[in-house]
C-alpha cells in the first residue's frame, strides 16, 4: 500500500511537468502580456524596463527555465497583474470554491443516490419517469440558463435568497468559512444548487441503470430467497455493490467542481477561484493561470488517490497492486 | 418411501403465466406433485421447461409480468398462494429455502460469508449477533466445510466453487427448513465434487427429514439421488412416478427420448469396436410462446397421433406411476433396448 502511494505520487510529478509546460507555451502563444501591462502611451525604454523586470525580455525557453528553477523551490513566481505571489493569490480563494463545490456534491449524492434507487426499483411507475425525465432536464439545460432562471425567480420575484457574493465568513484556523452563519448559507444555496444539477442527474442515472442491473443478479434473487426484508435486499446488497461505480464518478466530478466552477461562479458573483481564472486568463496573467492548473493536476492526482483507496475499501476483490505495474 | 406420512408439501394444478405483449405464456402449467419428509423429488426437464419457475413459483419469487394464476401451494397443510408478501417473506429462507444453479454467482461478492448467513438467522428469528454466529459455524461444519471459524471472515472470491456452494447449501440448511429447492445446485461443479455434495445433501435430508425438490437436466444426478421423479416438458408435468418406473420402465415417448440421449459410461461398442452414436430427439423444443395444441411433444413425436391433437389424459400405469400420454409406451416397449 506506501508503495503504491508513492509510485503515484512520482507518476503525478511527470504530469505536472508536462501540464506545466503546456500551458506555458499556450499562454505565450495567445498574446504578450505587455500590451495589457504598458500603457500604451509609455515609451520603448519604459516598455522595455518593464519586460525586463517581468523577465519577458529573455526567449521562451529562458523563460520556463527559470519558472522550472524556482518551482522546485516551491515558488510559482509572482502575478504580473496584483504583484504577489501567484499561488498564494489562488490559494486565498480556494475555501471559497471548496466550501461551493463540497454542497453542491453533498446535494448531488444526497438526493441523487435515494432518487435513483427508486426509479431503478419503480422503472414504469409515474414517479420513476418523472424522476428521469427531470434528469435529463437537469443533463440538458446550460448551467449559465439555469443559474440567471434560479436568480430570477428565487432572488428576484421571491426574494427569498440574495442573488449574488459570499455572506459574512468565520476564520476557522485561518481559513475562512461562510457555512457557520445562516446568512453565509443563504447566499450559498442558489449557486450551489446551480452547480449540482448536472452531478445529480448524473449521479440518478448512474444509479438508476446499476440498480435495475444489480436486481437482475443472482445474488439478488438469493438475497430474497433468504427471506431478507425488501430494506436490507435494496439497502444492503443491492447499494454495496453499485456504490462502485458511483464512487468513482463522484470522485472524478467533485475534481471538475472545484476547477471548472467558472460559469457558475461568474453568474452568482462568487469569490471564487473560477472567478480568478477568468480574470487572469483574459489579462494574460501567466504566473496565475499556470499555478492554478499546476494546483488543479495536483488536486485531480489526489482525488484519484482517494477514489482508489475507497475502490479497494468498497471492494473486496479489488487489491492495490503495489508490486507491479 | 414415505408415501403414508403426511406430504410437506402437495402442489396442486399450479399453474404461472408470463402477461407478454404477444399474449400470455404459460411457463408452469397445471402441474401438481407431492413430496414427503425426507424425500427427494427429482424434477427434469430441458432448459424452458418450467421447471425452475416452478421451484420460484413455491418460493413466492415469480417476478413480473409472471404472476401465478391458478392452482395451490400447500406447506404442511397450509395454503401459501395468496398469502400477503409480508408472510411469504417469512417462509422464504425459514421453512422453504432455495440453492441456486451458479454458485460464482449467488453469494454477494461484496459482502463476507458471515454477514450472510447471520441475516439469514436474524431475519427470522430474534438472536443475538454471536448466538447467529454460532449457528453459521456450526451450518458451515455440516456441510463438510474445514475451519468454518476462518471462512466465515472470507468473501466469496476467496472460495472455490465447490466451497461456495457449500456454504449456500449451509445457509439453505441454517433455519432446519422444511422444504429445500435445488436448482441445479451441482451443474457448474466438477464430478468428483458433484458426487460429495450429492452425499451430503441426500444424508443431511434424510437425517433431518427435509423435504428436498432438486431440479436438474441430468437422469444421471435423478438416478442416484432422488425417490421420485417428475419429467417435464413444455411446462407440464409429462410422467412421474419413482425412480425406478420412469427411469427402467418410461411410459411418455419424450421421457423414452431423454433416456436415449443420455451418454452413459457403459456403454457396449459395436463389432467394429466403435462406442454407438447417441440417439437424438429429432427436432426442438417448442417456444412456449407457440405451443402446439393438444400434446405439445407431439411435432417431435414418432406415435402421435391425430388424437394427440387433444390434450392428453393422465394414465396411471401402476401405483404411482402417471403419464401424460395417449399411447404411453408398455413396459416392455419402455425396457431399455
Known amino acids: 500500500m506506501p508503495l ?3 509510485r503515484r505520487i512520482l507518476q503525478s510529478f511527470n504530469v505536472l511537468f508536462v501540464m506545466s509546460l503546456l500551458v506555458f507555451a499556450g499562454v505565450y502563444a495567445i498574446g504578450n502580456p505587455l500590451d495589457l501591462l504598458v500603457d500604451p502611451n509609455a515609451t520603448a525604454d519604459d516598455t522595455a524596463r518593464a519586460a525586463a523586470s517581468l523577465g519577458l525580455d529573455q526567449p521562451l525557453w529562458v523563460q520556463y527555465g527559470r519558472f522550472l528553477g524556482n ?15 501567484a ?4 490559494v486565498e480563494r480556494l475555501p471559497a470554491t471548496l466550501e461551493l463545490a463540497v454542497v453542491a456534491m453533498l446535494i448531488a449524492v444526497l438526493l441523487g443516490i435515494p432518487l435513483g434507487l427508486w426509479a431503478g426499483l419503480k422503472p414504469d411507475s409515474w414517479s420513476g419517469r418523472a424522476i428521469m425525465a427531470g434528469s435529463i432536464l437537469g443533463f440538458s439545460l446550460p448551467t449559465f440558463w439555469v443559474g440567471l432562471m434560479l436568480i430570477m425567480v428565487f432572488a428576484v420575484q421571491l426574494g427569498w435568497l440574495p442573488a449574488s457574493g459570499r455572506g459574512p465568513t468565520v476564520d476557522v484556523l485561518g481559513v475562512s468559512i461562510s457555512l ?12 450551489a444548487a446551480n452547480l449540482a444539477l448536472f452531478k445529480l442527474s448524473l449521479i440518478i442515472r448512474l444509479t438508476r441503470s446499476g440498480t435495475r442491473e444489480a436486481l437482475l443478479q443472482d445474488y439478488v434473487k438469493f438475497a430474497r430467497a433468504k427471506g431478507l426484508s425488501n430494506a436490507r435486499v435494496v439497502g444492503v446488497h443491492v447499494l454495496k455493490n453499485i456504490l462502485i461505480p458511483i464512487v468513482t464518478v463522484v470522485g472524478l466530478e467533485f475534481g471538475s467542481l472545484i476547477a471548472f466552477s467558472v460559469v457558475t461562479e461568474s453568474i452568482f458573483a462568487w469569490p471564487g477561484m473560477g472567478k480568478l481564472l477568468l480574470d487572469s486568463i483574459t489579462q494574460l496573467d501567466r504566473p496565475v493561470v499556470v499555478a492554478y492548473l499546476l494546483l488543479v493536476v495536483t488536486l485531480y492526482v489526489v482525488i484519484n488517490l482517494a477514489v482508489d483507496l475507497l475502490y479497494a475499501a468498497l471492494d473486496p476483490r479489488v487489491r492495490l497492486a503495489g508490486a507491479r505495474a | 418411501m414415505n408415501a403414508q406420512r403426511e406430504p410437506t408439501l402437495v402442489v396442486g394444478r399450479l399453474t404461472t403465466r408470463f402477461a407478454g405483449l404477444g399474449g400470455a405464456v404459460t411457463a408452469v402449467d397445471e402441474v401438481s406433485f407431492n413430496v414427503a419428509p425426507g424425500e427427494v423429488l427429482g424434477l427434469v426437464g430441458e432448459s424452458g421447461s418450467g421447471k425452475s419457475m416452478t421451484g420460484f413459483s413455491i418460493l413466492g419469487l415469480v417476478d413480473p409480468p409472471g404472476e401465478i394464476t391458478g392452482g395451490s401451494i400447500r406447506l404442511k397443510g397450509r395454503e401459501l398462494r395468496g398469502l400477503p408478501a409480508r408472510e411469504w417473506r417469512a417462509l422464504r429462507g425459514d421453512r422453504i429455502a432455495m440453492i441456486f444453479q451458479d454458485p460464482m454467482m449467488t453469494l454477494n461478492p461484496v459482502l463476507r460469508i458471515d454477514t450472510q448467513m447471520i441475516e439469514t438467522v436474524r431475519a427470522h428469528r430474534r438472536v443475538s449477533r454471536d448466538a447467529a454466529r454460532e449457528m453459521a459455524r456450526d451450518a458451515l461444519a455440516r456441510v463438510g466445510i474445514p475451519s468454518p471459524d476462518e471462512r466465515l471472515r472470507a468473501y ?4 472455490s466453487g465447490g466451497m461456495r456452494q457449500r456454504v449456500a447449501i449451509a445457509i439453505a440448511l441454517l433455519n432446519a427448513p422444511d422444504l429445500i429447492i435445488a436448482d441445479e445446485p451441482t451443474t457448474a461443479l466438477d464430478v468428483t465434487i458433484q458426487a460429495q455434495i450429492l452425499f451430503e445433501m441426500q444424508t443431511l435430508c434424510r437425517e433431518s427429514g427435509t423435504a428436498l425438490i432438486w431440479i436438474t437436466h441430468d437422469l444421471a444426478v435423478v438416478a442416484g439421488l432422488a425417490d421420485r421423479v417428475c419429467v417435464m416438458y413444455a411446462g407440464r408435468i409429462v410422467e412421474q412416478g419413482s425412480t425406478a418406473q420412469v427411469l427402467e420402465t418410461p411410459a411418455h415417448p419424450y421421457t ?4 436415449d440421449s443420455t451418454p452413459a459410461a457403459n456403454v457396449q461398442p459395436d463389432k467394429a469396436g466403435r462406442p454407438q452414436p447417441l440417439r437424438q430427439i429429432p427436432g426442438m423444443a417448442p417456444s412456449l410462446k407457440e405451443l402446439p395444441a393438444g400434446c405439445a411433444f407431439r411435432p417431435r413425436c414418432t406415435r402421435a397421433s391425430t388424437l394427440c391433437e387433444q390434450t392428453p389424459p393422465e394414465v396411471e400405469l401402476a401405483r404411482g406411476h402417471v403419464a401424460r400420454c395417449f399411447h404411453p409406451l408398455s413396459a416392455a416397449e419402455g425396457l431399455k433396448s
Open chain 2, 256 to 259: 423414452r427420448g431423454l433416456l
Open chain 1, 4 to 6: 503504491f502511494i508513492l
Open chain 1, 180 to 191: 457557520l452563519t445562516a446568512d453565509g448559507w443563504r447566499h450559498l444555496l442558489l449557486p
Open chain 2, 156 to 159: 466469496p472470491h476467496q472460495l
Open chain 1, 87 to 90: 499561488l498564494g493569490l489562488i
Open chain 1, 71 to 85: 518551482a522546485l523551490q516551491g515558488d510559482l513566481g509572482n502575478s504580473f497583474i496584483h504583484g504577489v505571489p
